[in-house]
């Protein structure tokens, strides 16, 4: 069982605004910076955010990040079909000598 | 651009020694942290360990006792092994790369195309 919890399904209309959370403790996101991660069926994840609110080069202003305390946040606006994925939260857990956690994931669903 | 290429038998038998090597190529394989992630079928990402290139290693709390990794800087390579499968082992094995330099912190910008490992008599 994930310490990162996120909601097990999100869904959306075309040109919809979604958010998917992601909670976790002081020893993890309270402490240390949040990622997000895209992945498709048969594919590599994506990094789609990282160090809370940041976008690699070449993913859309759509997707944004956002952490406040022990939660965290990734929106997507302008839903599109191809959004259709599931997502992972990930951090850095400072106990038991530090280690990387994602969350259980998020499958979104396109409507 | 950096990429990863992965190798390794697709199939282990139980109580086995699971093996898979990934090699690095248009890139340099110093200074930053190389992990293995896996996701069972039906399940989330579960991250393994990382390596460092000066063969520093963590690992996860869960499978720190069965897991070792290493690295080969002269040869572009780093490698996963995991001990005493069973069934609950059987997953898609991903090498990644960090996103920054000296800096472990979740971010993997960089990924293997995964290598789909059996447990499996």
């Known amino acids: 069982q994930s310490v990162l919890t996120q909601p097990p399904s999100a869904s959306g209309s075309p040109g919809q605004r979604v958010t998917i959370s992601c909670s976790g403790s002081s020893s993890n996101i309270g402490r240390n910076t949040v990622n997000w991660y895209q992945h498709l069926p048969g594919t590599a994840p994506k990094l789609l955010i990282y160090?809370?609110?940041q976008r690699p080069s070449g993913v859309p202003d759509r997707f944004s990040g956002s952490k406040s305390g022990t939660s965290a946040s990734l929106a997507i606006s302008g839903l599109q079909s191809e959004d259709e994925a599931e997502y992972y939260c990930a951090a850095w857990e400072d106990s038991l000598n530090g280690h990387v956690l994602f969350g259980g994931g998020t499958k979104l669903t396109v409507l | 651009q950096v990429q990863l290429q992965q190798s390794g038998p697709g199939l282990v038998k139980p109580s086995g020694t699971l093996s898979v090597t990934c090699t690095v190529s248009?890139?340099?394989?110093?200074?930053?942290?190389w992990s293995w992630i896996r996701q069972p079928p039906g399940k989330g990402l579960e991250w393994i360990g990382y390596v460092y290139h000066s063969g520093r290693t963590s690992y996860s709390p869960s499978l720190k006792s069965r897991v070792t990794m290493s690295i080969e800087t002269s040869r572009l390579q780093f490698s996963l092994k995991l001990t005493s499968v069973t069934a609950a082992d059987t997953a898609v094995y991903y090498c990644?790369?960090?996103?920054?330099?000296?800096?472990?912190?979740?971010?993997?910008?960089?990924w293997g195309r995964g290598t789909m490992v059996t447990v499996s008599s």
């Open positions: 160090d809370n609110d």
């Open positions: 990644a790369r960090e996103r920054d330099l000296n800096y472990m912190n979740g971010a993997f910008e960089i």
């Open positions: 248009g890139g340099s394989i110093s200074n930053y942290f």
